[in-house]
Nanobody, 127 residues
Framework: HVQLVESGGGSVQAGGSLKLACRTS???????MAWYRQPPGKERELVAS???????IYAHSVKDRFTVSKDSDKNTLYLQMSSLKIEDAAVYYC???????????????????????WGRGTQVTVS
């Protein structure tokens, strides 16, 4: 079972900052990971991603305000959010492009090109 445990959500005033964290296991961490968000009444959208080689991609709406990063010592993905706007309010989800499978009695982990696993989400409120 792939675990993605988000933390760091909360309420903040417009213009403020928050830092989200997503802790996972050592075998998942090297794969591509991303942050998505789902505002009320809207579809889930990509916020920022970081590939297995460290390449980052940002949604245009958050570029220059948000920074995605990884801490390999803690197997944790971060999203530093600054200059928050009302429209940034959403449930933020951590995602991983990885699959686990078994060969005989051995469990294997393989990075994938698409998102296969999601965290439960953390609420970010901006007022």
């Amino acid at each position: 079972h792939v675990q993605l445990v988000e933390s760091g959500g909360g309420s903040v005033q417009a213009g403020g900052s928050l830092k989200l964290a997503c802790r996972t296991s050592e075998d998942v961490f090297p794969c591509g990971m991303a942050w998505y968000r789902q505002p009320p009444g809207k579809e889930r959208e990509l916020v920022a991603s970081i590939s297995s080689d460290g390449t980052t991609i940002y949604a245009h709406s958050v570029k220059d305000r948000f920074t995605v990063s990884k801490d390999s010592d803690k197997n944790t993905l971060y999203l530093q959010m600054s200059s928050l706007k009302i429209e940034d309010a959403a449930v933020y989800y951590c995602a991983a492009s990885v699959r686990r499978f078994s060969i005989g009695n051995m469990d294997r982990t393989e990075c994938t090109s698409d998102v296969r696993h999601w965290g439960r989400g953390t609420q970010v409120t901006v007022s």
